[in-house]
């Protein structure tokens, strides 16, 4: 590890222009790359005590063993080479952004002499035009073969192209018209080049031109009782029509724009973006961010412009006009806006807008795609759990952070959930070798020890761990480990019990469900919950179960008894599991609390009829239409509803009129 003073430059000699700086290990390889409206400035960030720097850049400079810079002559020059020494040198400390899928394409190579269209994946390839990303490839297999009946341009493969100029006999498609043969000479390569163009044009977004030429078409086919031809552009326009439907209009002014939005925390995030071209969504993309160095969301938006839009200026002209879209629709705007306004203006040859969106449609679109970013992290998060060695490596950094005898292959974890005291709901989850456990996911209603509620949730943790634990001791004892669970208790073992013993091959097996002690209880919340929690358990003689309690505020790790927490490095496995294992116990415990309150607003006087289940319940209500007609019924009315008795009957309105 080396100390920055070892390679600091002299201030003199770092200019104060623009510029671009890289920062290279002891083998030479950039580790990180950066851009600066001051380079000496902002260097001297770096060469400042390290226990005053971010623990990413802490990490960075000590790793590094020199640094060079370039001056450039604009901010926007800078922006420009940042990019490109990033994407040349991969350094480990910049942002690291991976696509969450490999979206397909419906690409047309324009750089061929017949271009062809066809569905496209991975890196793109200069000379050829995109239009996408789509979710499925099925899809635009599906838009594509809508409009080869208007555009019947080549999709086939070089080989059977070839074939087919070497026999002088087109594919099928040639045949049945969704292919105009250039490959047989039916049309020249310049016209089929034209062709392929109006194509291009179309699917950027420029629609209604061509459906008013092929409406006039049809009109003065019609007008000449040339009625076949007429039926066929008609066919056409609803071919064309039925193509442009596919992409739902979300912008009712022709809107080209690109929208934005992210989601995460410190140490990752989700990016989704629409593409809008014509008011339409045209296509979406998303990516997985990586921070593994020190940056705001500011900062995050303006790399990620970068990654998205850096290889516009790569391709051809028209590609490059393509990409970059009039607006580009933020949800932060990045710290250096003019420069990249400036930047994205020069790629697309036009001013480019880069804004926050404020009301409207346009606000709405960047809420939909900001849920779209959410349900992407949460895939990531779910798949990232998969993974055995990750689990195991959390286990493991848990199990030294609280100094468990071993791994914690069993975790619970337990969080409250009330409305303003009303309604009041535990829930306990469940996660075994790292990964969550469904069918052991219990709730509790919280009952206090009047039995109107806890006075505040320390109280309701207690009773929660108390209740939990009272079964799990219950139900050792009913599996026949009698000795361990009178251990447990502080208890003697009753007399005459034998632990163990023959067991008759048809006797019935009870299900045990809190027989299963865990390795470690968190519980969601600090010092109060964890005390809470621990006094509970002290009660009951549990001393076996560890326990811990995770603080919201800066996610530090509380142990029974301790001053200070213990903190887990942000980036650590350990501190991410327990984590999930938080907020799945706060996602359950609030979905157990909104069912009680619903069910609770729909309590009916009908519920405390002796007698009266749920299906009749029903039927009364079926047969009467409503409560108050219900009411107005007599004995003998409401005994003649079919499965009612005159008992039944009575008790209903005795009920009703109480």
């Known amino acids: ?99 969450d899928k490999s979206y397909p394409y419906l690409a047309v190579t324009l750089g061929e002499e017949v271009p062809r269209a066809q569905v496209m994946r991975g890196a793109k390839r200069k000379g050829t035009r995109y239009f996408g990303p789509y979710g499925h490839a099925w899809a635009i297999r599906e838009t594509l073969d809508l409009l080869l009946r208007v555009f019947p341009i080549r999709t086939c493969s070089a080989g059977v192209y070839k074939r087919a100029g070497q026999s002088g006999r087109p594919c099928l498609l040639g045949y049945i018209d969704k292919c105009s043969a250039p490959c047989v000479g039916r049309i020249s390569v310049d016209d089929h080049r034209a062709l392929v163009l109006d194509f291009c044009d179309f699917m950027a977004g420029d629609t209604a031109k061509f459906e008013r030429r092929l409406t006039k078409r049809m009109q003065e086919a019609a007008a000449e009782m040339e009625y076949e031809q007429a039926a066929r552009l008609r066919d056409d326009i609803e071919a064309l029509r039925r193509a442009t439907e596919k992409n739902a209009v979300v912008l009712g002014d022709a809107t080209d724009a690109d929208v934005f939005a992210l989601v995460g925390d410190e140490l990752e995030a989700a990016v989704q973006v629409f593409h809008v071209r014509g008011g339409r969504i045209r296509g979406q993309r998303g990516w997985i961010v990586e921070k593994v160095e020190d940056i705001t969301d500011g900062e995050l ?95 493991a950094e848990i199990q030294e952070a609280l100094d468990l005898d071993s791994a914690p292959l069993r975790i619970e974890c337990y969080d409250i959930s009330h409305t303003q005291g009303t309604y009041q709901s535990a829930s306990m989850v469940v996660f075994e070798d790292g990964l969550a456990r469904k069918s052991e996911y219990r709730s509790f209603s919280i009952r206090g020890s009047d039995g109107d509620g806890a006075r505040d949730d320390t109280e309701a943790m207690h009773e929660v761990i108390t209740r939990r634990f009272k079964r799990y001791l219950a139900d050792r004892l009913r599996s026949n480990d009698v000795e361990m669970a009178a251990e447990l208790s502080g208890g003697e073992l009753p007399s005459g019990e034998v632990p163990g013993g023959e067991v008759p091959a048809d006797a019935p097996e009870e299900k045990a469900r809190f027989a299963y002690p865990p390795s470690l209880v968190v519980v969601d919340g600090g ?57 799945e116990a706060h996602r359950f ?70």
């Not at 600091?8 to 409206?37: C, L, M, N, Q, W």
């Not at 903190?567 to 327990?578: D, F, K, N, P, T």
């Open 1 to 99: 590890m080396a100390d920055p003073a070892t390679y600091r430059p002299k201030a003199g000699e770092i200019p104060t222009s623009p510029g671009v700086y890289r920062f290279r290990d002891e083998h030479g390889r950039v580790v990180y790359v950066g851009k600066a409206k001051n380079l000496r400035q902002r260097l001297a960030n770096y060469f400042q005590d390290v226990a005053n720097l971010h623990e990413r850049t802490r990490r960075m400079v000590t790793t590094a063993a020199s640094v060079e810079w370039t001056v450039v002559g604009t901010e926007v020059e800078a922006l420009a080479l940042e990019f490109t020494w990033i994407q040349q040198y991969d350094p480990r400390f910049n942002v690291k952004y991976r696509d």
């Open 527 to 583: 010092p109060p919950q964890v005390a809470a929690a621990q006094r509970a358990l002290d009660e009951l003689g549990i001393t076996d179960v560890a326990l811990c309690g995770l603080a919201k505020r800066l996610e530090e790790v509380w142990v029974p008894g301790e001053d200070y927490p213990v903190i887990l490095q942000r980036s650590s496995e350990g501190l991410y599991l327990l984590q999930r294992v938080r907020d």
């Open 301 to 395: 938006v303006e790399h990620l412009l970068q990654q998205v839009y850096g290889a516009a200026d790569e391709v051809d002209g028209v590609e490059a006009r393509d990409a970059v879209p009039r607006e580009v629709l933020v949800p932060v705007l990045p710290p250096d806006l003019e420069q990249v306004g400036t930047w994205l203006s020069g790629l697309r040859g036009a001013r480019v807008d880069v804004r926050v969106p404020q009301r409207g449609d346009k606000k709405e679109l960047a809420a939909t795609v900001r849920k779209n970013a959410e349900h992407a992290l949460m895939v990531h998060r779910t798949r990232r759990a998969g993974d055995l060695t990750t689990r195991s490596q959390a286990l």
């Open 589 to 658: 415990a609030i979905t157990q609390h909104r069912r009680r309150r619903s069910k609770g607003m729909t309590a009916s006087v009908l519920d405390d009829v002796p007698g009266l289940g749920p299906a009749r319940k029903k039927v009364l209500l079926t047969h009467f239409g409503s409560l108050k007609r219900l009411k107005a019924a007599s004995v003998e009315e409401i005994a003649s509803v079919r499965g009612m008795g005159d008992k039944t009957a009575e008790a209903v309105v005795a009920a009703l009129k109480a």
